[in-house]
């Protein structure tokens, strides 16, 4: 049984009148080759009328591209346990494929090793790099910005005490405080904070940050015994909320992010403790299970799904030659009001969103 084959390139090119490397150069996007308008126009009609599309392969050879961007984290144990990974993700491969682009993701776990990002780079096999939550100890990540490298940063790149670069991202400090501030409005005195991975990570250190400054604002200076660092999962979470109890009692705890916060509702329930009526708790990133807790729980409402897009429309246009943007994204974030502060009480007003 014979199968039709479809239009070729040289099908175009007789069509046009054109030879089929002209046809490859127009149909193809190279743009080492300078081609007349009127030419050009010709091709893609004979194209349109043929029905014509070329291979990615073609594509890819022509135009010295792998259309593929790379997504870089700092902890492989993301992958499996954190719940905004997966949502940034998902948006930025569904803005990805409609440019054309594929997604690579990899994780890099000994970023303090200054040629961490060079078997991912070199032999072209990427066209760009989007890197997720950077660690201030991050050596290799600043000199690949600087050498002009299309890399897009979810979060901080550089270190703590310089000047950072950032190109899509929220104001955790800000976020933080309004959370903290929320806790102790409703009267809470000692509250602990649970963080959800290593301060070397910027947003962890910033999340601190926005948590003592809250405290302060309130009266209450920050006690070092109330921070406790967890690993990114509900068992860290877990773990770390039980060293706390073992040297402190709070009245409400922040949650660097809802998994852990899920972990540490697990420890004070194991501790006999109540929720909210003994320990108020509180998250970061309102993922979907946020909702559904055991109480349901309040959180700081994190746009993962826009930053991961936003991400990688950003690097898509440095790949293609637009100038790099000089000012960064920042997007809202929102206080998330539920029980697990409040208990049964209810809101009739939303509290309005933290701009950053």
């Known amino acids: 049984m014979s199968t039709r084959r479809g239009p070729t390139s040289e099908a175009v090119a007789r069509r046009a009148g054109v030879s089929r490397s002209t046809v490859s150069v127009v149909l193809n996007g190279a743009t080492n080759v300078t081609i007349a308008e009127e030419t050009r126009l010709r091709v893609l009609e004979a194209a349109k009328d043929l029905g014509y599309v070329p291979s990615a392969a073609a594509r890819q050879l022509a135009s010295g591209r792998a259309r593929t961007i790379g997504l870089v984290i700092s902890y492989a144990e993301n992958l499996r346990t954190d719940a ?3 949502r940034a993700l998902y948006s930025l491969n569904d803005a990805a494929r409609e440019r054309g682009f594929r997604v690579l993701v ?3 776990e000994d970023v303090t090793d200054p040629s961490a990002y060079r078997e991912l780079v070199r032999g072209k096999q990427i066209d760009g790099l989007i890197v997720l939550d950077p660690r201030a100890d ?6 690949l910005i600087e050498e002009g490298y299309p890399v897009v940063v979810i979060g901080h790149a550089g270190r703590e005490e310089e000047a ?3 190109d899509v991202d929220v104001d955790n400090v800000a976020a933080a405080r309004t959370v903290t501030e929320h806790l102790t409005s409703l009267g809470r005195t000692r509250v602990a904070h649970v963080t959800y991975g290593p301060f070397a990570h910027h947003s962890v250190a910033r999340r601190r940050r926005g948590w003592s400054e809250a405290l ?5 200076e920050p006690d070092p015994a109330w921070v406790e660092p967890a690993a990114f999962s509900a068992d860290s979470g877990a773990a770390a909320m039980r060293r706390l109890l073992a040297r402190t009692t709070p009245d409400a705890v922040f949650a660097g992010n809802d998994t852990v916060a899920f972990g540490a509702m697990t420890a004070l329930r194991e501790a006999g403790l109540r929720i909210p009526e003994d320990v108020a708790v509180a998250g970061f990133d309102d993922i979907p299970l946020a909702a559904h807790a055991n109480p349901p729980l ?10 991961g897009r936003a ?10 030659g637009d100038p790099p943007a000089t000012a960064p994204t920042f997007l809202d974030t929102e206080l998330v009001v539920r029980a697990s502060s409040v208990g049964s009480a209810t809101r009739t007003t939303e509290p309005p969103p933290v701009r950053t």
């Open 164 to 166: 950072t670069r950032v």
């Open 311 to 320: 991400a990688a429309e950003r690097l898509i246009r440095r790949i293609e």
């Open 138 to 143: 991050d050596r290799a990540l600043p000199k």
């Open 84 to 86: 905004f990974v997966p």
């Open 106 to 108: 990899e994780a890099l």
């Open 216 to 220: 302060r604002a309130a009266g209450i």
């Open 298 to 307: 309040t959180t700081v409402r994190l746009p993962a799904v826009q930053m």
